[in-house]
Structure formats: structure tokens, C-alpha cells
């Protein structure tokens, strides 16, 4: 397993500086205020850019690590835990988004994800907002529940061919069923993949006890 842990510092103070504590060293992330977005917006946006941005160097790495591991080449498939935006350069690589909230069919067609049963999934769409990528709905194993129980939405990258698109889609279909959780392991089940817990909750130990970090930046700041 690879892992990449950082901390930063995310302002629009221009003269913000470095912060050194002897729990780990945070990183000053600056940024412009702009008068029509929240500041928590903007913090947020530039905190998410530098996510992506460090999940690319894990990925490279972790794909780098499978050589001699009995994996052939192009064997792999890498899911993304959200959209893929800023990751679609990634080969073999899926967007896996939990939530749904926004509508990206007509109603007529959008009527029809809550009819899927069980493995099942949507034909593939061309999704165009902001930036462009291949999508699909699919329906993870459920235990009852509203229409779309279990429904998650996965994308790919718009660069690709129709036929690897379809593969892409059709693989999905076959392997994220087996990682669904189940309701009495996690809240979040099916959608949040065991795979994807787990990571949660690597990343959480690994960033450390929240209250001994913020007596480490209190006393840094008194120093």
C-alpha cells in the first residue's frame, strides 16, 4: 500500500507562512478571495485541488509497486472514491460517486435507474456540465429500501473509445457488486465498497489524533 500524508495550511492570507509543530509540519496553501463565493468555498476548492492532486501521485506509485506481483500488464482497474475530474489522464481509472445530488437524464430516462435490479446498470451516457466524461448507473446488492437503494453512478474518461468505454462499464458491473457492504458493518452500505471503509479508516490513523494535533499547533502559535 502506498500513502501519501501531508498537512497544509489553507488561507487567503497572502503572508501566510509555513506552520512547524512536533507533530508534523503544515504546508501554507494560498489562495485569492473572490467576492462572489463563500470563503469556505474557496478554502474548500483549493483543499480539493490539492487532494487530487496528491491521489495522482499515489496512484502512479501504487500502480509502479505492482510490478513482478503477478499482475499483466494493463490488468489493473483503479476506482477513484468521487468524479474523476482532474484524474480522466488516468488509464484504466473510474470515478465511483456515492451520492446523487444532481440529475443528469431527462425524467423519462431518469425514472428507469430506480427499476434496475440488483447488478444491474444503466446504457452508457455522455455527461457535458463543466467538463466532459462518459457515465453510467448501477445498482449495487440491497437489502429493500427507496427506488434508488444501492444506485451509485460511475464515469470514465470522455478520451476513450466507444467499445473500451462499454468495457469499462461492463467490468464494473461485474466487480463492485462483490465489495457492496452490508448495513450492519457500515451506515453507508452498499455504496461505501469495503475497500473504500477501509481506506478511511488507514487515512484516519494515519493522520493522528486530531486533539494532539491541535495542542501542536497551540503551542506552536504561542511559541
Partial sequence: MHAETRRGLFTVTPHAADIATWAGSYTAHRTAPSSG????????QLLQRRLAEIEVVAAVA???????????????????DGPLRG???????LGYIKSHRSSYLPPELNAIVGTLETGQRTPVFLMGTSWDRHSWYLRLPR???????????????????A????????LSQACLGRFA???????????????ISGLERELRRRLGDPRLLYRALRRSAVA
Wanted: net charge negative.
Fill in 163 to 170: 467499445a473500451d468505454v462499454v468495457g469499462l462499464a461492463n
Fill in 37 to 44: 463565493t463563500p470563503l469556505t468555498m474557496t478554502l474548500s
Fill in 143 to 161: 437489502t429493500g429500501g427507496p427506488p434508488w437503494a444501492g444506485v451509485v453512478r460511475v464515469e470514465c474518461s470522455a478520451d476513450l473509445p
Fill in 62 to 80: 501504487a500502480r509502479s509497486a505492482l510490478a513482478g506481483h503477478g499482475v499483466p500488464d494493463e490488468g489493473d482497474l483503479l476506482i477513484v
Fill in 87 to 93: 484524474r480522466q489522464h488516468l488509464p484504466r481509472t
Fill in 181 to 195: 457492504s452490508t448495513q450492519y458493518k457500515d451506515p453507508r452500505a452498499p455504496q461505501n465498497l469495503y475497500p
